[in-house]
């Protein structure tokens, strides 16, 4: 199966060297641009001297060492995607370029995608110590009152290879009514939370599958059958922390995400026009960040997902989203000889396990990324994690470039009021409502 991925220059192999190669900037500004990307800079751009993160396997140095001193935009300056000029379109395009070359930069070895069969996973790999049995919020979604609707349910269990190596197996997970005649119906991905899998989103899709979608869900990255142990991701994120090889933290389950909107724009029942994509907490931001790189996933609702990180830097409000996968960060404070977990270690660990996540990929330019696409934010309004007012920068900008799409409808944020980091019945209501909206044939 042939990949949809924008036809880029692959880039060049990874240095081994602990002093970092320096870069030029672009013409707008020094661009915080992971050193294993390659960039050429435009005509009239002065070569300034650009220092860059290490990004091999190098026992991470003291805090002095200039292998962990990186460029980043100053918080008040527009990066390269918001000042280009020439139109939101041209510059969500220069983004996702810029941020599939990334991705491609830490794949173990690409490989033509292909599907194998796959069995029920009868016992579900959940990651925390006492795992939930029972959401109310997926329970209330909408359905159609279906007598005897489990017997009627289709569902489909495949693997697609997405790279080589063990992490390059994406289980999927597919649920849809059984139908006499295939048709090409709407479909939506839904993307699990930290420590949970794709089993766990089950009321979801059946309960979207009622309602004549073909629902779909994966493992990302380190979790369900991707993982073999309750502290698999918590391992991953200390490996990629110290080797810098990988990006478990959002960006290698994007990857997958990509490789799946290939596979399901080429399946019989789905129309490739109508493809959704939703997630919940690390799944609203897989959701969000699938979404900005690939705009084959038409209509997109992030829940308790979306955030600033540089802003959470700059404003001392990391805490929270630093607290979910907190063990990476004492690593990193040990390795950094450190006595607590301060700014200068968060913004060291973001830039090595996810590059430009606190810079160019973050809020502010990924989200408008999205126009004219509908994308529905969902928030909880006290979500330490995801602070609200560190989406003040981003929903200025994403309201801009719809309203130059000339569709603001396309557009809504929604903070609940005295909801924290959790996911409510009124938040999959009002994702199941955008869906309807603009997925369902009208």
């Keep these: 199966m042939k990949s949809l991925l924008p036809h880029l220059p692959r880039p060049a192999a990874l240095s081994s060297s602990s002093t970092p190669p320096r870069l030029p900037p672009t013409a707008a500004h020094v661009w915080a641009r992971p050193s294993h990307v390659p960039a050429t800079p435009p005509p009239g751009a002065r070569a300034r001297p650009h220092p860059a993160p290490h990004v091999r396997a190098q026992p991470p140095p003291p805090p002095s060492s200039s292998a962990y001193k990186y460029a980043t935009a100053d918080a008040g300056t527009p990066t390269s995607a918001a000042r280009m000029g020439g139109g939101a379109a041209i510059d969500a395009e220069k983004l996702r370029c810029d941020f599939v070359q990334l991705l491609r930069s830490r794949r173990s070895e690409e490989v033509e995608l292909s599907v194998e069969p796959a069995k029920l996973v009868e016992s579900p790999l959940y990651q925390d110590a006492n795992p939930p049995s029972f959401s109310e919020a997926m329970q209330s979604c909408p359905k159609e009152d279906i007598e005897n609707l489990k017997e009627l349910l289709k569902e489909e269990n495949v ?23 295939v048709r090409k119906r709407p479909a939506v991905v839904f993307l699990h939370s930290t420590h949970k899998c794709k089993e766990w989103l089950r009321p979801l899709l059946e309960a979207y599958a009622s309602r004549g979608y073909i629902a779909v869900a994966v493992d990302s990255r380190y979790h369900g059958e991707r993982a073999s142990s309750l502290t698999t991701y918590r391992e991953a994120l200390i490996s990629s ?29 789905i129309d490739p026009s109508r493809i959704g994509i939703t997630g919940e907490s690390l799944g609203g931001m897989h959701a969000w960040f699938a979404a900005a790189a690939d705009k084959r996933y038409s209509v997109v609702v992030p829940i308790i997902g979306v955030q600033g990180f540089r802003w ?28 607590t ?23 502010p330019n990924t989200v408008p990324a999205i126009a004219p696409r509908p994308l529905l934010i969902i928030n909880g ?7 609200i007012a560190g989406l003040e920068v981003p929903k200025s900008r994403a309201s801009e470039a719809y309203e130059k799409a000339h569709c603001p409808e396309n557009f809504k944020l929604i903070a609940e009021p005295g909801i924290g980091h959790q996911m409510t019945p009124l938040m999959v209501k009002e994702a199941s409502d955008w869906f309807d909206r603009f997925l369902k044939q009208q």
């Design 159 to 181: 693997y697609l290879i997405t790279e080589k190596g063990e992490q390059g197996r994406l289980p999927v997970l597919i649920i849809s009514m059984k139908e006499d005649i």
């Design 241 to 269: 922390w110290k080797n810098g090889d990988t990006m478990p933290f959002i960006f290698d389950t994007v990857w997958d995400l990509i490789k799946l909107a290939d596979y399901l724009t080429k399946r019989e029942d």
């Design 312 to 339: 959470a830097i700059d404003n001392d409000m990391w805490q929270g989203r630093v607290d979910s996968i907190k063990p990476v960060f004492e690593e990193a404070r040990t390795d950094l000889g450190k006595s």
């Design 341 to 363: 977990i301060d700014r200068e270690a968060v913004e060291k660990v973001w830039d090595r396990i996810a590059p430009g996540l606190a810079s160019d990929f973050d809020a």
């Design 381 to 387: 309004a006290n979500d330490p994690r995801c602070p």
